[in-house]
């Protein structure tokens, strides 16, 4: 397949510029590129989702016109997109049934789902329901769909960014396998150790444009990064002499059922996070993250008041605008929809989170100067860019958004702070500038609990590490000797359930 | 070739403002069409319905007191429906308010009692309305009771229990048996405001409630709250906001306001309670809030529009002879319009298919 001079405009903004593409047989493709280089759009055109504005694409050396997705399939281009489409009340083989032509019976088509999965070496139940399975597991179902169909060129966007480590590998097994039966594949990634590991050839794209095309073994990962980003990337430094003070956030054998039927029943989980640390949870989403995240922030209130001990006081039975002002603050992984309105401004975001604990509310008036001052204050910290002053949150590019969202927090100067999946779908630029300023916030006394499923980011900026699985929470690791298998074989479900040493349960016992 | 909505990157601030316009020229064509067939001459029904009241004075004091218990109502809605809370029986709150407001016109019919009885009339009014609103909230904050179904069917509960009193208890005993309460004292009247017109002192009360509508949406945490819910539920969580409370607080305000509407309608123009209070003002408030893109001064003006379109009617009847309900039939016309134009703020139409290329060379 070959891409030549594709060029998407939307009104003014050219999403991608003139891009040159060549995919060969038995060959990985990386395409690296920071959030908003371009990446998405340009595998959507590949894939027939949207019409190109200038440019065309070739399909062994004949000129193609894709109309849809159906054509692309067709032709035998397959896609493996970064969020499932699965029905989570429906069977394995129902929902592989559903993304296939209707030309074979049920059955003969779940034998050639378990056939498939068998031959790849991707184990799955086609009986079994989606809501049951692992995050790896529903990837592979996307997966064996997408072989089902006998793809000479595969599109997979950030596979691994939902694995653990271990789940990783797996995937990479099976690549370089359908690499060797001679079929293409595009590999959408922003991991450079990943990419350099497995990928024969990458093309890098910054704001549209094609920056070059290079063999990723012969790079450095800094190499990769200047090219991805223009510019080198700031280290995150550690503040050094920073001091642990007191527990300030502790939570205590909080069981909790979950109030959606697929949700995760919290068991019995024990953590407190000392003041001056960055304590991290890793875990594969969907383990009980979410519901730890809203029993902490309060939009789930806990069975008892001393499951969450804010500061020395019970807090468990207190609502979110309470333990705000308490000092606590918090950053849901959502981030248009629960961290932000989408189509209000930025100011009425900023009211969001401040309107309870930041004085911007007097009598009931919303005092519209002091929640721009809190735009402004931000922009100018953590350098959102935008384009104007005061745009809806929906316009701003993911990284940028989610400066803004760290920051109209973080200068509220919190005593703790909660944040879930701090980085997720950033930029390399604004996730280091984020992670710096968890860090210097920890430095300054507050306690901060990162819940994160990228290890690598944990590993930067956490002084202590538990693992999230099936509700229940590992007992801290020390980071700097916690290795990446070990935290690994923990997410996979190992030694999974240690109960809290006695010392640490009789430390977390509320006043 | 096929048409197709696409999402719009930013919302389009012009079509947000065009869009009521749109709808009303596609609503005067559609009305045009239905008149030539009627049998009768499309400009000169339309000249009778849209443009004859405007040059009558009595005309036009008749539009504002028809728009008076409009405004108000829509004003009531609009914080509903920002809030994506759905208040559909405003017409039973309003007749439930002059009922309740009317109880102390009748028991002081007669007597001497002092200037209080209008002032306790509309709190009492905004009282029962409220009360009768909070009905549907509270089945919906408890039960999860759809609130559209159960706050229409109050309407007809409202209906009939006001038509018992007027026919029963409350009926003027000198009223020669028409089912009427007597005609309420000048204490318990509201006064009009000028001389050969209807126009009444209602009318103010409902520009302060325009401009405290205002205030409340785009100044107060209030405000933000229905917005908010409205906009991001989620989120609204998040921040702390309880949508329990909103949806008893939403319904108690604008059950309030057609509450204290039906009071002043009875009190004022109409002097006294009678069954046929209400040409469907609470139903024809629903379409004011949305062509008034459920802004208050939007709402303001639709209301004196929608009030145009009854008077219009009424004048149409008379002078070419077509039935009242078209007045009906012009205002859903308007309202499915209106929800029409609506979806372009946030959407463009494409053309995709064979006219691929034209609509790309657009965009």
């Known amino acids: 397949m070959r891409a030549i001079g594709i060029t998407k405009r939307y009104g003014s903004f050219l999403a991608n510029d003139g891009i040159d593409l060549d995919l060969y047989p038995a060959e990985i493709h990386a395409l690296l590129g920071e959030n908003g280089a371009g990446k998405s759009t340009l595998v959507k055109v590949m894939y027939g989702l949207i019409q190109p504005s200038a440019g065309e694409l070739q399909w062994m050396g004949q000129k193609l016109v894709l109309t849809g997705p159906s054509e692309a399939r067709a032709l035998g281009i397959g896609m493996v997109f970064q969020h499932f489409s699965l029905f989570e009340n429906l069977t394995v083989a129902e929902n592989v049934a559903l993304g296939l032509a209707p030309t074979e019976s049920f059955t003969a088509m779940s034998e050639r789902l378990e056939e498939t999965a068998r031959v790849y070496g991707l184990p799955l139940d086609p009986k079994r329901e989606v809501w049951r399975l692992s995050v790896g597991e529903r990837q592979r179902i996307e997966i064996v769909r997408m072989l089902m169909q006998n793809p000479k060129l595969l599109i997979l966007d950030e596979p691994t960014a939902v694995l653990t480590p271990q789940e990783a590998d797996q ?117 009980g993250q979410d519901e730890l995240f809203a029993a902490l922030s309060g939009e789930r209130l806990s069975p008892s008041g001393g499951a969450i001990v804010i500061d020395g006081l019970a807090a468990g039975l207190l609502g979110v605008n309470e333990r705000r002002r308490m000092g606590a603050a918090f950053v849901p992984e959502e981030r248009l929809g629960h961290g932000t309105a989408p189509r209000m401004k930025l100011s009425e975001n900023a009211l969001l989170t401040g309107h309870a604990a930041s004085g911007m509310v007097k ?56 944040v879930s999946q701090p980085t997720w779908g950033v930029d390399a630029g604004a996730a280091a500038t984020i992670r710096q300023a968890l860090i210097d916030l920890a430095a300054r006394g507050a306690a901060v609990l990162v819940v994160s499923q990228d290890l690598d980011e944990l590993a930067e900026i956490a002084d202590r590490i538990a693992v999230m699985f099936h509700g229940r929470l590992s007992s801290p690791l020390d980071a700097a000797d916690v290795t990446r298998e070990k935290l690994g074989l923990l997410m996979g479900g190992a030694k999974a359930g240690e109960a809290p040493s006695a010392e640490e349960a009789s430390h977390a016992v509320g006043p | ?46 000249d009778v319905y849209f443009l004859e009241p405007l040059l009558d004075p009595y005309s036009l004091g008749e539009i504002v007191v028809k728009a008076t218990p409009l405004v108000m109502i829509a004003i009531g809605l609009s914080l509903c429906y920002i809030a994506n809370i759905w208040n559909i029986g405003a017409e039973g709150q309003f007749l439930i308010g002059a009922v309740t407001g009317s109880w102390l016109a009748v028991r002081t019919n007669g007597t001497d009692a002092g200037h209080w009885v209008l002032p306790a009339m509309l709190v009492l009014g905004a009282l029962g309305g409220a009360l009768y609103a909070l009905i549907p909230a509270i089945c919906k904050v408890r039960f999860g009771a759809s609130e559209i179904l159960t706050s229409l069917m109050l309407v007809y509960v409202a209906n009939f229990g006001m038509d018992y009193l007027v026919r029963g208890p409350w009926r003027d005993p000198h009223g020669l048996n028409f089912p009427t309460t007597a005609e309420f004292d000048p204490v318990a009247t509201v006064p009009t405001l000028f001389e050969d017109s209807r126009v009444h002192a ?32 989620k989120a609204a969580r998040f921040s702390g906001f309880n ?58 003006i639709a209301g004196l529009f929608l009030a145009l379109t009854f008077i219009g009617g009424e004048n149409a009847e008379i002078a070419i002879k077509v039935p009242l309900d078209l007045t009906k039939v012009f205002q859903g016309i308007l309202l499915f319009y209106v929800l029409a134009c609506d979806s372009l703020i946030v959407y463009r139409i494409r053309l995709i298919g064979t006219f691929r290329k034209l609509a790309h060379a657009d965009v």
């Not at chain 2, 024809?284 to 893109?293: K, M, Q």
């Open chain 1, 171 to 287: 995937l990479f097994v099976v690549l370089d396998r359908l690499k060797s039966e001679g079929r293409a594949i595009l590999y959408i990634s922003h991991k450079l150790d990943e990419v350099k590991r497995l990928c024969d050839t990458a093309t890098i794209l910054r704001g549209g444009k094609k920056i070059s095309t290079c063999d990723p073994r012969r790079e450095t990962a800094a190499s990769l990064a200047r090219m991805m980003v223009g510019a080198e990337i700031g280290e995150v430094k550690a503040a050094s002499g920073r001091g642990v003070s007191v527990p300030r956030l502790v939570i205590h054998q909080l069981s909790l059922q979950p109030d959606d039927p697929h949700g995760t029943h919290l068991d019995q989980v024990s953590l407190e996070v000392r003041g001056g640390e960055v304590v991290g949870i890793a875990g594969v989403s969907g383990n």
């Open chain 2, 1 to 46: 070739m096929q048409l197709a909505l696409e999402r719009r990157a930013e919302r389009s601030t012009v079509i947000a403002i065009a869009s009521p316009l749109i709808a009303i020229a596609l609503t005067l064509v559609t009305i045009a069409v239905l008149f030539a067939i009627l049998g009768k001459n499309p400009i000169e029904a339309l």
């Open chain 2, 202 to 233: 209602g009318s103010l009360v409902a520009l302060a409630v325009v401009m405290l509508a205002t205030v409340l949406l785009g100044r107060t945490i209030m405000g933000f709250e229905i917005r908010l819910v409205g906009a991001a539920p």
């Open chain 2, 243 to 300: 949508a329990d409370r909103l949806v008893l607080f939403t319904f108690a305000v604008s059950g309030a306001l057609a509450g204290l509407a039906g009071i002043i309608e009875v009190a004022g123009p109409v002097g006294h309670l009678q069954p046929d209070i209400s040409p469907g003002y609470g139903f024809t408030a629903i379409i004011v809030a949305f062509l008034g893109r459920l802004n208050p001064i939007g709402i303001l």
């Open chain 1, 363 to 418: 009598h009931g008036f919303v005092n519209r100067p002091a929640t721009l001052a809190t735009v402004d204050r931000t922009t100018e910290t953590f350098d959102v860019r935008k384009a104007k002053r005061d745009p809806e949150a929906l316009s701003l590019s993911g990284g940028n958004l989610q400066k803004f969202i760290v920051g109209r927090e973080i200068l509220r100067e919190p005593g703790v702070l909660v």
